[in-house]
């Protein structure tokens, strides 16, 4: 379940992707788990899914927001989004990562 920050963060020079619908978080009733991520100061992104056409990064003081699109054929979206995968790839030594929507075809869609 995505944070209430992947919808309350959004601005057009911190956002990449695609979002075609509302956020629909938890119970959270105010920032606190994002408050909690951001101050660890050792996790550079949060990663969720839910939303089945929402497919984006939202860069929020330094951690990244990456929404993943649904993967599934039996849900809702598929007419309007394509349905596939987020791969994430993270490097050990450096903490840097890349997330990448991928498709049951094989091919990529790169962020």
Same mark, same amino acid.
């Given at each position: 379940?995505?944070?209430?920050?992947?919808?309350?963060?959004?601005?057009? =020079?911190?956002?990449? @992707?695609?979002?075609?619908?509302?956020?629909?978080? !938890?119970? /959270?009733?105010?920032?606190?788990?994002?408050?909690?991520?951001?101050?660890?100061?050792?996790?550079?992104?949060?990663?969720?899914?839910?939303?089945?056409?929402?497919?984006?990064?939202?860069?929020?003081?330094?951690? =990244?927001?990456?929404? @993943?699109?649904?993967?599934?054929?039996?849900?809702? !979206?598929? /007419?309007?989004?394509?349905?596939?995968?987020?791969?994430?790839?993270?490097?050990?030594?450096?903490?840097?990562?890349?997330?990448?929507?991928?498709?049951?075809?094989?091919?990529?869609?790169?962020?």
């Amino acid at each position: 379940m995505p944070i209430m920050d992947y919808q309350t963060r959004i601005k057009p =020079d911190a956002f990449q @992707g695609l979002k075609l619908e509302k956020v629909t978080p !938890g119970r /959270e009733e105010s920032s606190e788990a994002f408050a909690a991520i951001s101050g660890a100061r050792s996790i550079r992104a949060c990663f969720c899914g839910h939303n089945h056409v929402n497919d984006y990064t939202l860069k929020a003081d330094q951690v =990244d927001l990456v929404y @993943g699109r649904s993967t599934g054929y039996a849900g809702y !979206g598929g /007419e309007k989004v394509r349905k596939g995968a987020k791969l994430i790839v993270i490097d050990l030594g450096t903490g840097k990562y890349a997330a990448t929507t991928v498709f049951a075809d094989g091919s990529k869609q790169f962020a």
